[in-house]
DNA sequence: TTGTTGACTCCCG
DNA sequence: CCGGGAGCCAACA
């Protein structure tokens, strides 16, 4: 039986909604998973924005650098020369990374004021 | 169809 | 603060 009839958060569009998302966070400013996926409707499809950004097609301009997790740490899930590149490109913005790799979210976290 | 996986997050200890 | 475990929802095999 149905659990719920809500409509899904994730559609078919979903992808192009996270890049969109995305591109709205300025340099030097960083975001989080969770936060990009409240913005789209639901803090718990976080992990989804994630799996949105590794589909990121090659050439598509999306500031995919700027997005963290909510410890303020890379999350590189293996990939420790994509975890590098994304370090590197906060750095060329001027987000300033602490001794244990950890980026101050209270002071750079983007707060979607364009929200509305 | 079920089971596994994942660029996550929260809760504990 | 940090590591481990559970929960989470779709994609994928």
Do not use: C
Not at 12 to 25: E, S
Not at 92 to 100: A, L
Request: hydrophobic share 40%.
């Amino acid at each position: 039986m149905s659990r719920d009839h809500e409509p899904r958060v994730v559609t078919p569009g979903f992808r192009d909604r996270v890049y969109a998302a995305v591109r709205r966070v300025p340099a030097g400013r960083v975001t989080t998973y969770g936060d990009v996926a409240a913005v789209l409707g639901s803090p718990r499809v976080a992990r989804h924005v994630g799996w949105a950004l590794a589909a990121l097609p090659a050439g598509t301009e999306v500031p995919w650098h700027r997005v963290i997790n909510a410890r303020g740490t890379i999350s590189h899930r293996g990939d420790l020369v994509r975890a590098a590149e994304q370090r590197d490109r906060l750095e060329s913005e001027g987000v300033d990374f602490d001794p244990s790799g950890r980026v101050d979210l209270r002071a750079l976290r983007w707060d979607w004021p364009d929200l509305g």
